[in-house]
């Protein structure tokens, strides 16, 4: 059952039909209502749900997994464009760069996502944090600890699901943000570099998604644990000096080669595409650079990642 507005009329969707109210105080039935949904909206019965936005004109109708945009004033109404919902799972690392997820990276995937139809679920594993960094002195805090699933919620508004359980099966694509917690808490990277060890829950993840041909996206740091993980992939985290302090990460570069990955130099606005391996990398925060550039670049990897899962 569904319900929306346009030009002050009441549509109410319901299984197989549309009732359909002039509003008011009371609302007003109006006659010849209801109708089959194939005759008012154009799309065969039933739905799962319809809305519309606010002062705009198009109704969005889901049906399954595809999406129905239709023309409220077009006569007769029938779907203008058709999509198909991309299920995206993104794997947090806590919150906060110094010892988590990089907040800017993992909201700017985020409203990517949102723009590109994607339905979205986040995912962080239940283990503690290596260390608590305050962020105001960039230092560590002693005798405290945190969990990264916990400390995941508050980026994922409380909506977070422990990564165990994150089945390859259910889902179309997966994204890593960047931020020191992938390096800290989702590997060994921080302390060990190319002699790492990753989180096995992440280890899994990656392999499943691989071995069941569904695109990887990764941004920041994060493109290491592909690189320790899948033989051979081709990743990037930008350029390969630091260029006076533009890529104070450059050095990363050497641990990815060394790992046996291969490494491809990429401006901050790009996103580069081991279209062999479905693996989608962006540099992001490696960069020191104006903020609109990190969110194009990400913005760039999300969209290689939508388009590479066929939705």
């Known amino acids: 059952m569904s319900a929306y507005i346009f030009s002050c009329v009441l549509f109410h969707v319901q299984d197989n039909e549309v009732f359909v109210y002039k509003v008011g105080e009371p609302h007003t039935h109006l006659e010849g209502y209801p109708k089959l949904l194939k005759d008012v909206l154009g799309i065969e019965g039933p739905v799962d749900a319809a809305f519309a936005c606010a002062e705009h004109h198009i109704a969005h109708v889901i049906k399954g997994q595809t999406v129905y945009d239709v023309d409220l004033k077009a006569t007769p109404r029938v779907p203008v464009k058709e999509g198909t919902i991309t299920h995206l799972r993104k794997v947090l690392s806590g919150c906060g760069v110094y010892d988590g997820t990089e907040i800017h990276e993992a909201s700017a995937i985020l409203v990517h996502l ?101 695109p990887i996206g990764l941004c920041c740091i994060s493109p290491v644990l592909a690189a320790k993980v899948l033989p051979g992939v081709d990743v990037t985290v930008g350029h390969e000096e630091e260029e006076g302090g533009k890529w104070p990460y450059a050095g990363t570069t050497q641990a990815i080669t060394a790992l046996g990955a291969k490494h491809t130099v990429k401006e901050v606005t790009e996103a580069h595409v081991d279209k062999k391996n479905k693996v989608v990398t962006t540099p992001a925060f490696m960069c020191e650079t104006k903020l609109h550039l990190i969110f194009d670049g990400i913005g760039a990897m999300v969209r290689d990642v939508l388009k590479l899962s066929g939705k």
């Open 114 to 214: 949102s723009r590109g139809g994607a339905e979205v679920q986040m995912f962080a594993p239940d283990v503690s944090q290596m260390h608590v960094i305050d962020h105001g002195k960039g230092q560590p805090v002693e005798n405290e600890s945190r969990n990264v699933l916990s400390e995941s919620a508050r980026i994922a508004r409380g909506s977070i699901t422990d990564l165990a359980k994150l089945n390859v099966s259910n889902h179309d694509a997966v994204i890593f943000p960047g931020g020191f917690g992938a390096a800290k808490n989702l590997s060994t990277f921080a302390i060990d570099g190319k002699d790492c060890k990753v989180n096995k829950e992440v280890e899994r993840v990656l392999k499943d998604f691989h071995d069941a041909g569904k």
